[in-house]
């Protein structure tokens, strides 16, 4: 693709960023968000899981609170403090109300005007294939930033004192195969490697790598992925959805 990509809104104060798994914003979006709060813009992360399937030689018990005391530190790096979990099982989250119901009261809460989640299609692109619980908490995002403004979806939450928030103006979607809008990222490169770093256990346990190097590495691979896109500038991409 050659389309050059569009600068993302910056005529927002509050985002909501949902996704499955600590770790999954780090793996290029903490980059945007530490340019954001740099900005003074309210950033709050919602965790639908603890991550607690996520570590082979860990047993969940033990992997969920140390994942959720990464994902915590991890934030904090990119000046996030809010940071909330769900507790849905890990690996298999389930798509459907029970969910979309659980994201429509985050929204709620957080009254937010960006929603941020990360890759709902199949695929990574070509033939990389996506994760279940990816393709659920995307999708469902997507779907609950809609139900969060409509009163007659979920009115036991109205019911229960959480207003309908219609205010949501977009929902961008990073790692997509498709980007239509970036974010120049040259400021918060360093603080994403930091980020994503803070989840020592889990890159110890996932790679043979040095953990210093395989963030590193990573990281400056998103922030070029799309470069090329955006006048050659490090960035992060999003599919950005308008509502």
């Given at each position: 693709?050659?389309?050059?990509l569009?600068?993302?809104?910056?005529d927002?104060?509050?985002?909501l960023?949902?996704?499955?798994?600590?770790?999954?914003?780090?793996?290029?979006?903490?980059?945007?968000?530490?340019?954001?709060?740099?900005e003074?813009?309210?950033?709050?992360?919602?965790?639908?899981?603890?991550?607690?399937?996520?570590?082979?030689?860990?047993?969940?018990?033990?992997?969920?609170?140390?994942?959720?005391?990464?994902?915590?530190?991890?934030?904090?790096?990119?000046?996030?403090t809010?940071?909330e979990f769900?507790?849905?099982?890990?690996?298999?989250?389930?798509?459907?109300?029970?969910?979309?119901?659980?994201?429509?009261?985050?929204?709620?809460?957080?009254?937010?005007?960006?929603?941020?989640?990360?890759?709902?299609?199949?695929?990574?692109?070509?033939?990389?294939w996506?994760t279940?619980?990816?393709?659920?908490?995307?999708?469902?995002?997507?779907?609950?930033?809609?139900d969060?403004?409509?009163?007659w979806?979920?009115p036991e939450?109205?019911?229960?004192?959480?207003?309908?928030?219609?205010?949501?103006?977009?929902?961008?979607?990073?790692g997509?195969?498709?980007?239509?809008?970036?974010?120049?990222?040259?400021?918060?490169?360093?603080?994403?490697?930091?980020?994503?770093?803070?989840?020592?256990?889990?890159i110890?346990?996932?790679?043979?790598?040095?953990?210093?190097?395989?963030?590193?590495?990573?990281?400056?691979?998103?922030?070029?992925?799309?470069?090329?896109?955006?006048?050659?500038?490090?960035?992060i991409g999003?599919?950005?959805?308008p509502?």
């Open positions: 693709m050659t389309e050059q569009e600068a993302m809104p910056t927002w104060q509050r985002a960023a949902i996704v499955a798994h600590p770790d999954d914003l780090e793996y290029g979006t903490a980059a945007a968000i530490a340019g954001w709060t740099d003074r813009r309210e950033v709050s992360y919602l965790l639908v899981t603890r991550g607690e399937a996520g570590i082979d030689t860990m047993d969940p018990d033990k992997a969920g609170p140390l994942r959720e005391k990464e994902q915590r530190a991890s934030a904090a790096v990119v000046g996030v809010s940071v769900l507790s849905h099982p890990d690996g298999a989250i389930e798509y459907g109300p029970a969910l979309r119901k659980d994201l429509a009261a985050a929204i709620r809460r957080h009254r937010p005007e960006l929603v941020l989640t990360i890759n709902h299609h199949d695929t990574w692109g070509g033939n990389a996506n279940p619980d990816h393709r659920a908490v995307g999708r469902a995002v997507l779907d609950a930033a809609a969060a403004g409509n009163r979806i979920f939450l109205a019911a229960g004192g959480l207003a309908p928030w219609d205010g949501v103006r977009w929902v961008a979607v990073a997509s195969p498709r980007p239509t809008h970036a974010v120049a990222v040259s400021g918060g490169v360093e603080r994403a490697i930091r980020s994503l770093l803070e989840h020592r256990t889990y110890e346990a996932l790679t043979e790598e040095e953990p210093e190097s395989y963030c590193r590495t990573f990281i400056e691979q998103m922030t070029s992925h799309d470069s090329a896109r955006f006048g050659d500038r490090p960035c999003f599919e950005l959805f509502r």
